[in-house]
């Protein structure tokens, strides 16, 4: 595809994450009575995760924003790109809150390596390589989609219609986050900007662990509790294991294709 209409793509996704930005609320309450307090607790901590995981993405988009300084147009989608998570971070938080008494209080400890260690980390390379936090960002809005039409089919049989539609809501805005990042990727390369080993080899590293902190395999000792809670609302868990495998090596094979490689 030509830069040009990479760049108007990225410009129309750019507007409509701004129009995004002030759409109608959806209320944040549900009735939760005829819900057992296990399947209640079990929807706090899963919607609790999420919107960790929110964070974590909001995060990493700061120092791309970074990066791309150096372009309005880039810069103006990663803008909206990186307010549309942290939305979905408040508006996660808020349902917990509103419907489940629950706050998480507690950082778990996958929070505090993979969040607080690695990525800040990253953080430091990203601003002149970016391409590997991109990547990973890339992975992240693939194995959003899936786990959050998963828990959207788990809301409309729980009868929680708002969650449903909160979560159709934030599915709109991920569809726009992987054109987006696709066409991210796109001008990067047809700007003549570098693609090298080094990238592959840092975004290899980074998708390894990235894909231990959504581990779900039953060896992962340290996500128990999230494997509980997405087996009592009736999630595959080994599933979503394998899935997570089949998208890094997807999103690796994006890049390589991006750098010549394959
Ligand atoms: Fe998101
Ligand atoms: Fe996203």
Redesign the pocket.
């Known amino acids: 595809m030509n830069i040009n209409r990479l760049k108007e793509i990225i410009t129309k996704l750019a507007e409509d994450g701004e129009k995004a930005q002030s759409a109608p609320a959806i209320p944040r309450i549900d009735s939760t009575s005829h819900l057992t307090t296990e399947r209640k607790l079990a929807w706090a901590q899963l919607l609790s995760s999420a919107a960790s995981a929110e964070e974590s993405?909001e995060m990493v988009v700061l120092p791309v924003l970074k990066a791309f300084e150096y372009s309005d147009i880039l810069h103006r989608y990663l803008k909206t790109h990186m307010e549309?998570?942290s939305r979905h971070r408040d508006l996660l938080k808020e349902y917990v809150k509103n419907n489940f008494s629950y706050e998480k209080k507690k950082k778990t400890l996958t929070d505090i390596i993979i969040y607080k260690g690695i990525f800040r980390g990253v953080n430091v390379i990203s601003e002149k390589r970016p391409l590997p936090i991109i990547v990973a960002i890339l992975f992240y809005?693939w194995f959003?989609e899936e786990f959050y039409a998963e828990l959207m089919n788990r809301a409309g049989e729980d009868k929680l219609i708002n969650l449903k539609n909160l979560f159709i809501q934030i599915e709109k805005?991920?569809l726009r986050?992987r054109a987006g990042i696709k066409a991210l990727l796109g001008i990067w390369k047809s700007e003549g900007k570098k693609i090298d080993k080094i990238d592959i080899f840092y975004t290899k590293i980074l998708l390894g662990v990235t894909r231990l902190d959504v581990n779900t395999a039953s060896w992962a000792f340290y996500n128990k509790r999230l494997r509980r809670n997405l087996t009592n609302l009736g999630l595959d868990t080994e599933k979503i294991y394998r899935n997570s495998k089949a998208y890094a090596d997807k999103a690796i094979a994006e890049l390589e294709v991006q750098a010549g490689l394959n």
Do not use: I, P
């Open positions: 993405e549309d998570e809005e959003a805005d991920e986050h």
